[in-house]
C-alpha cells in the first residue's frame, strides 16, 4: 500500500476554489501525536481545541468545525473513529461526537507500516506540507503539531512530482533589485543579500508557476505576514494591510499598519509586475478578511 499517495490524494472539498487545508491539517496533527503515543487515541473534545486553534492560524479565513475532517479523513483509508459505542463515526454532528466519546487515530496498517519504517512519517508529513502550504510556514508548522523531522532526504518522495526551478530565487532579487517590496529593505554581509527571499504570490503548492510574475522580493518579516495573510497585494499593485493585524507597539505601526494603501517597490523596468490572476488567488485564498484604510501617516 502506497501511504505517500494516499496522504497525496486526500479528497477535498472543493467548492468555489477555496482551499481546504482542514484533512492535511489533522493528519499532520495525528503524526505528531503518533510521535509521541503510537497506540494512543485522541478524543474527540482534544482535536477539536487544538484543531480549530491549527485552523484559525493556518486555514483560509472562513471558519468550519474541526468536525468535518474527524469524521470525513476516514474516507481517505489513513483514519479510524470509533465511540463508546463500537467502531464507526457518529457523522459530523459536533454534540453527537462529544456526548458518544469519540476519538480517531491512525488505521492499524499505518500504525504498523510507520513502526517498520520509521523515516516514511517524515516522508508524508513533507508531502502534505509541499502540497498545501508555503515553505516560509513548513517550520512553525511542524513545531504547532508536534513533529520532529528528520533532515530531508531520508527516502524517495513521490514520483512525478513537479519540480522547482532553483533559479526563481535569484530571478525574482534580481528583479526587485535587491529589495524588499514592501519596505525597500536591501540588507547585505559583504556582497550577499541576508533576510531577503523570494515569495510566492500563489502558492508553489496551489499551482503559483517559478515565474517573476508569481513572485516578490521580500525581507523575512514581509514574507511571514504575505503568506499569514497580514498583508496582501491589491490594485494598482498598491499594499492591503489587513484589519486582523494588531500592533499596538511603534515597530509594529511603522513597519505593518503604516504600509496600507503604499506602492510596491519594483519590479524594475522591463520587468513583468505581479500578475492580477496570482494576486487575486492571494486576495481570495490568503488575504485575511477586510484591508485597513489607507495610512494618512
Not at 111 to 123: C, K, M, Q, T
Not at 136 to 154: D, K, N, Q, T
Not at 178 to 199: K, S, T, W
Amino acid at each position: 500500500m502506497d501511504w505517500l499517495e494516499r496522504a497525496a490524494k486526500l479528497r477535498q472539498w472543493t467548492g468555489n476554489g477555496i482551499r481546504a487545508p482542514h484533512k492535511p491539517l489533522l493528519l499532520l496533527y495525528a503524526l505528531g501525536r503518533f510521535q509521541e503515543d503510537s497506540d494512543g487515541e485522541l478524543r474527540y473534545s482534544v482535536v477539536e481545541r487544538d484543531l480549530k486553534l491549527l485552523l484559525a492560524e493556518y486555514g483560509p479565513a472562513n471558519r468550519t468545525t474541526p468536525a468535518y475532517p474527524f469524521h470525513h479523513l476516514v474516507s481517505d483509508g489513513v483514519w479510524e473513529v470509533r465511540t463508546d459505542r463500537g467502531p464507526g463515526s457518529p457523522g459530523t454532528g459536533v454534540l453527537e461526537l462529544r456526548a458518544t466519546g469519540a476519538a480517531g487515530r491512525l488505521v492499524p496498517e499505518l500504525r504498523a507500516a510507520l513502526r517498520r519504517e520509521p523515516s516514511l512519517l517524515g516522508r508524508i508529513a513533507r508531502v502534505l506540507l509541499d502540497q498545501h502550504f508555503p515553505p516560509s510556514l513548513h517550520g512553525e508548522l511542524r513545531e504547532a503539531v508536534g513533529l520532529r523531522l528528520e533532515p530531508a532526504g531520508s527516502g524517495p518522495l513521490l514520483a512525478g512530482r513537479r519540480q522547482r526551478n532553483r533559479r526563481m530565487r535569484e530571478m525574482v532579487l534580481t528583479a526587485y533589485e535587491y529589495q524588499c517590496a514592501f519596505c525597500g529593505y536591501d540588507g547585505r554581509i559583504g556582497v550577499v543579500p541576508v533576510g531577503l527571499e523570494a515569495a510566492h504570490v500563489r502558492w508553489w503548492a496551489f499551482d503559483g508557476p517559478d515565474d517573476v510574475d508569481n513572485g516578490l522580493c521580500l525581507c523575512a518579516l514581509h514574507h511571514k505576514l504575505f503568506d499569514k495573510g497580514a498583508l496582501g497585494v491589491g490594485e494598482g499593485h498598491r499594499i492591503l494591510v489587513s484589519q486582523e493585524f494588531v500592533g499596538r507597539s511603534p515597530a509594529a505601526r511603522e513597519h505593518v499598519t503604516a504600509l496600507a494603501g503604499r506602492p510596491l517597490t519594483g519590479p524594475q523596468p522591463g520587468t513583468s509586475p505581479v500578475a492580477a490572476c496570482h494576486r487575486s488567488w492571494h486576495t481570495r485564498q490568503v488575504f485575511r478578511g477586510i484591508p485597513r484604510p489607507v495610512s494618512r501617516t
